[in-house]
């Protein structure tokens, strides 16, 4: 199969994701299941069966077992190829897709479509698909324990993630559900999901688990969501985020994504598809996107964060964005390994500020990142720590890490000054390449770095670290690769300076420096 499923062909199980998890299945209520076909669907990948599901939910929804407990049943989908428009979920439901079952987002036709965009935000703070979410294959808003769940697929074939994301009929989004609580998406696999796979804003209660997403936009996208816990996914995501954490102001106030792990999932930038077939395929060695970001719509901030076992291949690497006003603070982000990644490690503070006027700079501190092999990293984009004048990121701590670059590159490449660009749009190639091969860091205070070692597998006469700007910076027991000539770190206003049993620069303590080269 290529990057797109063939419509009414069955969506099979990624091998050795969801079938090594021990599945809950509809035996497990008998009496509660509701059997979509019942309804009237046919399951053969051309009728519209999105009438019929929906007739199964309001019949769960209503389901009182003789036996008493709570409302609410699971609305069951055998095997076979179900074109559907928009699915209203209601509380106290689960939907189950069986082995061989596949929900497709069908095509648009002669004037019927998904459920037209509600009227949304009300706002223009962040961009439509993260304003809506009425028009999506799947959507619910205000419910609470909910279940999508299954070894069957979702083909989003006939969705879009461009500009027609507006027009009417058009839907944008395989999932999307705002203000829901107590929300389960486990063992399910994805191709193709619109402009965003998974969309969950202002939901709280959540766990997402071994799923298998591959999407040529968003993959999973958690906006204003507290209590969430993602593990055991893989998600493929080549030209957007594959795991994206978002703090916008789509509830119409400022409202912080807190509480949240990631842990033991894969995020790639595969060809599109390729990930799904087995083929894991590339034609480009950088510039693939696919990373796991804090960012960037960042009205109402990010706390307490946990990141850990994550594999990165063929993207971008960690990014932690404050640009809108929120507070980014208390992260901690642990056993990581990328291999041909951009920027290994993206931290920015800025002042974008997409949000009502009025609104304070924000913070970006106490962060710890620990355990981290990058290897064959872009050149052009070493890691970078960079808040704005005024404004430093403040309180890191990156320890244990081996930060590899393919290197080649000279001072003559890279611009010495790369602009500040305090109310861009934050991203890896904002300041162009840098003139560090390691760590770029600027405009920060409370810096440490432990046990790190920066290589290059190339010649590259840049110094391993450039600090401008930098407060209270201590590096102990690094170790950098050098040319002769070439210094290893270059300080220019940096204060409260610090190395220590590093190579291959002596110990040295300076309180302030206008410019030094070590």
């Not at 046919?42 to 599901?53: E, L, Q, Y």
């Not at 949240?260 to 077939?277: A, E, R």
Request: glycine share 12%; aromatic share 6%.
């Amino acid at each position: 199969m290529g990057a797109a499923a063939t419509v009414g062909a069955a969506l099979p199980l990624v091998p050795g994701t969801a079938a090594e998890a021990a599945p809950w299945t509809p035996t497990d209520q008998p009496g509660r299941v509701f059997d979509v076909r019942r309804f009237g669907a046919k399951g053969d990948g051309v009728t519209i069966d999105s009438d019929a599901v929906n007739r199964a939910i309001d019949e769960a929804a209503k389901a009182r077992p003789r036996s008493g407990g709570g409302p609410g049943g699971t609305v069951y989908f055998p095997a076979g190829t179900y074109a559907c428009y928009s699915i209203r979920l209601k509380s106290n439901l689960a939907l189950y897709l069986a082995q061989g079952a596949t929900l497709l987002a069908a095509a648009p036709a002669r004037g019927k479509g998904y459920d037209p965009a509600e009227p949304g935000a009300g706002n223009p703070y962040q961009d439509y698909a993260h304003s809506h979410w009425h028009n999506s294959l799947i959507w619910g808003e205000g419910l609470n324990d909910i279940t999508i769940c299954g070894p069957g697929g979702i083909d989003g074939d006939g969705l879009v993630g461009d500009s027609r994301e507006a027009d009417p009929g058009q839907g944008d989004k395989a999932i999307a559900l705002k203000l829901c609580r107590n929300v389960t998406i486990r063992d399910i696999t994805t191709l193709n999901g619109g402009g965003l796979a998974i969309l969950l804003t202002g939901v709280d209660n959540v766990r997402v688990d071994n799923l298998v997403i591959d999407t040529g936009g968003d993959g999973i996208n958690l906006d204003c969501c507290r209590n969430v816990r993602i593990s055991g996914t893989t998600v493929n995501s080549p030209n957007a985020d594959a795991i994206a954490l978002k703090s916008s102001y789509a509830l119409g106030e400022p409202r912080a994504t807190e509480n949240v792990t990631i842990d033991n999932c894969m995020v790639s930038g595969y060809d599109l598809g390729t990930l799904y077939n087995g083929t894991f395929k590339t034609t480009a060695s950088y510039g693939r996107t696919g990373r796991i970001k804090l960012g960037t719509e960042s009205n109402g901030g990010f706390k307490n964060i946990a990141v850990s076992n994550v594999i990165f291949e063929y993207c971008r690497g960690l990014a932690l964005e404050s640009v809108d006003g929120g507070l980014l603070e208390d992260v901690t982000i642990s056993n990581i390994t990328m291999r041909q990644v951009q920027m290994p490690i993206f931290m920015r503070l800025g002042s974008r500020m997409r949000g009502p006027a009025g609104a304070r700079i924000g913070r970006l501190r106490r962060v710890n990142i620990s355990d981290v092999i990058a290897y064959n990293a872009d050149p052009r984009y070493p890691s970078a720590i960079s808040g704005i004048p005024g404004h430093p990121i403040e309180d890191v701590r990156i320890s244990n890490v081996r930060h590899n670059l393919t290197g080649g590159l000279t001072p003559g490449d890279v611009d010495q000054s790369p602009p500040e660009n305090e109310g861009a749009y934050p991203e890896i190639t904002m300041f162009g390449p840098l003139p560090a091969y390691g760590f770029f860091i600027r405009h920060a205070k409370g810096i440490t770095l432990d046990n790190v070692e920066v290589r290059f597998e190339q010649r590259d006469t840049r110094p391993a670290y450039a600090l401008r700007d930098v407060a209270d910076a201590d590096f102990h027991h690094n170790r950098a690769d050098k040319v002769q000539g070439t210094p290893t770190f270059i300080l220019d206003q940096v204060n409260d300076f610090t190395v220590t049993t590093s190579r291959p620069v002596p110990d040295t303590r300076l309180d302030h420096t206008v410019h030094k080269e070590l």
